[in-house]
T-cell receptor, first 114, second 114 residues
Framework: NAGVTQTPKFQVLKTGQSMTLQCAQDMNHNSMYWYRQDPGMGLRLIYY???????DKGEVPNGYNVSRLNKREFSLRLESAAPSQTSVYFC?????????????FGSGTQLSVL | TQLLEQSPQFLSIQEGENLTVYCNSS?????LQWYRQEPGEGPVLLVTVVTGGEVKKLKRLTFQFGDARKDSSLHITAAQPGDTGLYLCAGAGYLQTGANNLFFGTGTRLTVIP
């Protein structure tokens, strides 16, 4: 089972360059998420998509855009990368059963902005 | 943002020892989850607790949700090298927009030495 697949695994950018992080899930989940993980700060939500065709800002959306291309795919774009965006990025999808929710994470993209 | 502070930040113990990791906040959460993350991978859900005072056991791991639903603990009995990883707590709360969000703790990096 593939689960949540993210590409690329590693990326180095120069300040001002743009790039798109790709994410796809094969579990037919409605909700998908993009997080960034920084040392000592846990994971912080950048953007999410509650269902196909909708996207909303999370805790730290500035400098990012997203596209929910279809039910499977949710991409994250950095239009003009800045050193402050150096981080590990995780995509996740979610299943909800009553009061219980479970996030399934991809293996992450380590991004360095020089 | 609803902050969850974890302690200790780093923990290195010998195989067979017991340990407790704490997750504290001034906010009330409707539920709380614990994840384990291994290097180069995304977090994997271990448990969800939803009721104040609830205790759940998963083999040698015991999870407790505080009575006031503001804090939680994870106790590991007779730690094994396979327990090594980053442990993250996450509380279910709300963004400023009113949307549901999972707020992640700062993380505890556990190393179990054989």
């Amino acid at each position: 089972n593939a689960g949540v697949t993210q590409t690329p695994k590693f990326q180095v950018l120069k300040t001002g360059q743009s790039m798109t992080l790709q994410c796809a899930q094969d579990m037919n989940h409605n909700s998908m998420y993009w997080y960034r993980q920084d040392p000592g700060m846990g994971l912080r939500l950048i953007y999410y998509s509650a269902s196909e065709g909708t996207t909303d800002k999370g805790e730290v959306p500035n400098g990012y855009n997203v596209s929910r291309l279809n039910k499977r795919e949710f991409s994250l774009r950095l239009e003009s990368a800045a050193p402050s965006q150096t981080s590990v990025y995780f995509c996740a999808s979610k299943i909800r059963q009553g009061r219980m929710e479970k996030l399934f994470f991809g293996s992450g993209t380590q991004l360095s902005v020089l | 943002t609803q902050l969850l502070e974890q302690s200790p930040q780093f923990l290195s113990i010998q195989e067979g020892e017991n340990l407790t990791v704490y997750c504290n906040s001034s906010s009330v959460f409707s539920s709380l989850q614990w994840y384990r993350q291994e290097p180069g991978e995304g977090p994997v859900l271990l448990v969800t607790v939803v009721t104040g005072g609830e205790v759940k056991k998963l083999k040698r791991l015991t999870f407790q949700f505080g009575d006031a639903r503001k804090d939680s603990s994870l106790h590991i009995t007779a730690a094994q090298p396979g327990d090594t990883g980053l442990y993250l707590c996450a509380g279910a709360g709300y963004l400023q927009t009113g949307a549901n969000n999972l707020f992640f703790g700062t993380g505890t990096r556990l190393t179990v030495i054989p």
